[in-house]
């Protein structure tokens, strides 16, 4: 108890010493603001094309969830940007669905294209929900767990140089599809092996199902 009391301190001084102008988004966690702002609208906030403006204007979006897995990253980069003549249908323009999609090319940059794609592909795939707001989770992320879990979640974070420990790797994506949501939650709020502190009564259920959902973005 004395042990992980020491460690859960320790970690609360790494994570307060780390800058945060060191720590880049990962692709579908960037991927998913880009999102928000741009897709959502039209594709609605799961994807599936029931956005509030898809209404007013009576058009139907893609329903993301299902499309995006029968494309290709290359495909998918040319309907997003509209750069390129589509090896599918041979048309120069990009909006296969609705001549109402708007083309990105000029306004997201090719890394912020690869991001959207990474969500783009969380969403399409993966087996768990979002259960809380992984905007919450990213800050929370920051402060409590990349001392130990790393600045990408890879399991380096600053704190195995000092202590013989091999932190999960949460961008393993064999490894985090196996968990469920509820299996993450408890690790987190009741602790695991010997430096795995419990947060319970530090954290809320609340904050910790937001760093389950980031969690779950950093394994795309």
Same mark, same amino acid.
């Given at each position: 108890?004395?042990?992980?009391?020491?460690?859960?301190?320790?970690?609360?001084?790494?994570?307060?010493?780390?800058?945060?102008?060191?720590?880049?988004?990962?692709?579908?966690?960037?991927?998913?603001?880009?999102?928000?702002?741009?897709?959502?609208?039209?594709?609605?906030?799961?994807?599936?094309?029931?956005?509030?403006?898809?209404?007013?204007?009576?058009?139907?979006?893609?329903?993301?969830?299902?499309?995006?897995?029968?494309?290709?990253?290359?495909?998918?980069?040319?309907?997003?940007?509209?750069?390129?003549?589509?090896?599918?249908?041979?048309?120069?323009?990009?909006?296969?669905?609705?001549?109402?999609?708007?083309?990105?090319?000029?306004?997201?940059?090719?890394?912020?294209?690869?991001?959207?794609?990474?969500?783009?592909?969380?969403?399409?795939?993966?087996?768990?929900?979002?259960?809380?707001?992984?905007?919450?989770?990213?800050?929370?992320?920051?402060?409590?767990?990349?001392?130990?879990?790393?600045? $990408?979640?890879?399991?380096?974070?600053?704190?195995?140089?000092?202590?013989?420990?091999?932190?999960?790797?949460?961008?393993?994506?064999?490894?985090?599809?196996?968990?469920?949501?509820?299996?993450?939650?408890?690790?987190? $709020?009741?602790?695991?092996?010997?430096?795995?502190?419990?947060?319970?009564?530090?954290?809320?259920?609340?904050?910790? $199902?937001?760093?389950?959902?980031?969690?779950?973005?950093?394994?795309?």
């Amino acid at each position: 108890m004395v042990k992980k009391l020491m460690i859960g301190m320790m970690l609360m001084i790494f994570s307060c010493l780390v800058s945060n102008a060191y720590a880049d988004y990962p692709p579908a966690y960037e991927g998913r603001l880009l999102f928000t702002s741009y897709c959502l609208i039209c594709h609605g906030p799961d994807g599936k094309g029931n956005g509030p403006l898809s209404v007013k204007m009576n058009i139907k979006p893609a329903d993301l969830t299902v499309t995006v897995r029968t494309r290709s990253d290359t495909i998918l980069k040319k309907i997003i940007s509209g750069a390129g003549r589509q090896t599918i249908t041979g048309r120069d323009r990009h909006n296969l669905i609705s001549q109402a999609m708007p083309e990105w090319e000029n306004i997201l940059s090719e890394q912020e294209i690869r991001s959207l794609i990474a969500y783009l592909r969380f969403i399409s795939t993966s087996k768990h929900k979002l259960m809380g707001d992984p905007e919450m989770g990213f800050k929370l992320y920051e402060r409590y767990c990349q001392a130990c879990h790393g600045l $990408e979640g890879e399991g380096d974070g600053i704190m195995t140089s000092l202590i013989k420990m091999e932190p999960m790797d949460h961008t393993n994506p064999a490894t985090m599809s196996g968990l469920s949501n509820e299996e993450l939650v408890q690790s987190i $709020e009741n602790g695991k092996g010997d430096f795995m502190p419990a947060w319970k009564g530090i954290i809320s259920r609340e904050k910790i $199902e937001a760093l389950v959902s980031y969690i779950r973005l950093l394994a795309n």
